[in-house]
Structures are given as structure tokens and as C-alpha cells.
């Protein structure tokens, strides 16, 4: 029964990494889009969104049964909750993703980003790829150096974040209104990206250390 | 045992009901100190974030620990979980009033608001009071009629998050770049405030009736 049981979380730890790559490939596939705005791309990402949801409902469907046939112990039981919200977390990253492809469909044939800011935003997508990437090791592996230097990444994007604003509001910034816009919402998807993978990253190194994660501080699932 | 268990789940119940109330007054109090440029009423909201922040984590010892002891069946063991992702939904729409209230602080003392957008914004935060209401009695009652409402509510808002998008792109527009980012986040928190509440719909609809939620469309917890 112990046995089974064990079979299947690790199932569903497969099924968590299987995910997470998606989000990892529609996070990549959306930074392109925007910055050399390919309509073809973005669509592909807009409809790619729906597997990731399928595998998250999956996921969940599949963590409540296993909870309810096999009435885990208390930290089993915890264990598997923080599972179902690192669920949560992935898929709301690739909530995101989708949302930047949708930008950059709607800006076709131009592209939402001003020359000025490409090279931000394309550190911005590096960043975003670096994280989920970390994610995806996190789910797998359980290596709290991944957790430590997920925390480091989001910084840098904190960052990226600020120059945004800082670039929009200097007397240089000449574009219309609708790329302020586009660039403050595509700013704001970037940042919560990196934040559930944060979240994702205190909820691993608490059911590994027991430390506590600072939660009001976390993107709660 | 049964009947404990049962007395616990009511006092939980109470604290979100509680929970939701504070965040009732958050989205309330940050409305008036976005448009009337009210500081002491900005840092208020933001100060009393970090005790809905502290009943959340309460909330959810509390539900794991019932959890843990009373190792609920399959129906009640799905109920608490789906009671947790309410908690979650609830604590966001917290965070997403803070949110508000910091862009209140960082215009004082001016508003963030332009004249001419303060009959739209005046809206979306009376809409966002009855949507955080309904979701209160909800959470207490359990009554479908409001879970139906609040999905029209919602409606409303995406109206008003449109005129917002409008009337910046509107020859008439006249506002500098700072204006536009801090009604384009406004407008966007106060999207994120209604969806959570169509998400605490749906899923106290999905525990009483079992009729699917159309999941893919939710925010997720």
C-alpha cells in the first residue's frame, strides 16, 4: 500500500516536471513573439495554454484521489497540499506566458516593445526561462542551492522591473501611449512570473527544512 | 468526534468570513485613498494587510490541523481543500487591495486618478465592494444566487476595464506617461480583486451542485 502510494506521488511528480517544461517552453516562445512580433508563435502559445491547463486539472484530480484512498499522515497530508499548490504556481505561470502572447498578438504587425527597451525585455524572458528552469530541477531533485539561487534570479528581474519605469518615465521616452501600455503590463507578467517562481521555491525548502518561508511575503496559492 | 469536527469546520468558516470582511474595508479604503489622494488612509490599508496576511496563515494551520487529526473522507477531504483555495482566493484580493493603496502612496499628494477617469475608477471600486460582500455571504451561506451574481458583477467590471483602456487611447487623452502606468495597474488590480471572487464562485458552486467550473478559465489557487 506504502509502496503504491509512493509510485504514485512520484507519478505525479512526473507529471509536475512534464508541466513545468511546457511553461518553461511558452515563456520562451512568448519573449520571441513579442520582441520580433511573430503571429504565428504567439498563437502557438495562446493555444499551447490549454495542455498546460488539461495537465494541471489532471495533476489536481489525480493528488485528491490519491489523498483520499490513502489517507496520508499528517506530513504526508502536507506534503501533498504543498504539491497541489506548486500545481497552482506553475499554471498560473503559464497563465502568464499566455498573457504576453496576447500582447503580442494584439500589437501585430508591430511589435509592443520599443527599440529602446528590447534589451530589457529580453533579459526579462532570460531571467523568466532561467527560473521556471530552476522550477522544473526544484520539482525533480529537491535542491535547495535551486531555491537560493531562484530567490537571487528574482532580484535581477526586480531590477529589469524598476528600469521599465525608470526608461518610461525619463524625459527620453517619446512612444504613444498604447506602448506605455503594453509595456507596463508585459513589465507586471514578468514580475508575477518570477514570483510564483519564488513561491514555488519557499514551499520546496519548507517541506525540506521545516524553515519558515516568510509567508506573507509569498504570491499565495 | 464527528461533531468536533464539524464545530471546527463552522469556526473556520467564521475566521474567513472574518478574513473577508477586513478585505472588504481594504479594497473600500483604497479606493477613497486612490482618488481623494488620502496618505493616512493609503498607509492604514497597507499597515492592516499583514493581519489579513496573519489570519490567512491561521486559517490554514487551523484547516491542515483538522485535517491531520480527523483524516476526513474523500467528500470532506475535497471540501476542506476546495476551503483552502477560498482562503487563498480571499487573502489575494487582499494583497491586490494593497496593491492600490500603494499606488495612492507613491502619487501623494496628488491623485493617480485624472478627472476624467474618476466616474470609471469610483465604479470599479464599487463593484469591487459588492463583488468582496457577496463573496462574504457566500462563504457563510453558501447560497448559489450570489455565486450567480457575482459572475454578472464581474461582467460589469470588464466593461469598466475596458472604458479605462478607451480613454487612454482616445485623441483626447492628455495625461503624461506616469498617469497612463498607474491606471493600467489600477485597472489591472482591480480585475485580479473581481476575478478571485468569480474563482470563490465557482468553486463554492462546484462543492454544492458538483457542476463543473470550466476550471481552465479560473484563476487559479
Known sequence: MRDLYHDELQALIESMVEMTKLVGAAISQATTALLEADLELA????????????????????SLDVMARQAPVAGELRATIAGLRVVTDVERMGDLALHIAKVARRRYPASAIPASLRPVITRMG?????????????????????????????????????????????PQWDQPVECAIDVTLCGRYYER????????????????????????????V
Open 193 to 220: 512570473f518570477c514570483d510564483h517562481g519564488v513561491s514555488v521555491a519557499r514551499r520546496v525548502r519548507f517541506r525540506v527544512t521545516g524553515e519558515p518561508q516568510h509567508r506573507e511575503a509569498l504570491p499565495r
Open 126 to 170: 532570460e531571467v523568466s526561462g532561467t527560473i521556471v528552469g530552476k522550477v522544473e530541477r526544484l520539482i525533480a531533485e529537491h535542491d535547495l542551492t535551486l531555491a537560493d539561487e531562484i530567490e537571487r534570479d528574482d532580484d535581477d528581474m526586480d531590477d529589469l522591473h524598476r528600469q521599465l519605469f525608470t526608461a518610461m518615465l525619463s
Open 43 to 62: 498563437e502557438k502559445v495562446i493555444s499551447a495554454d490549454r495542455m498546460i491547463d488539461l495537465l494541471t486539472n489532471e495533476v489536481e484530480d489525480r
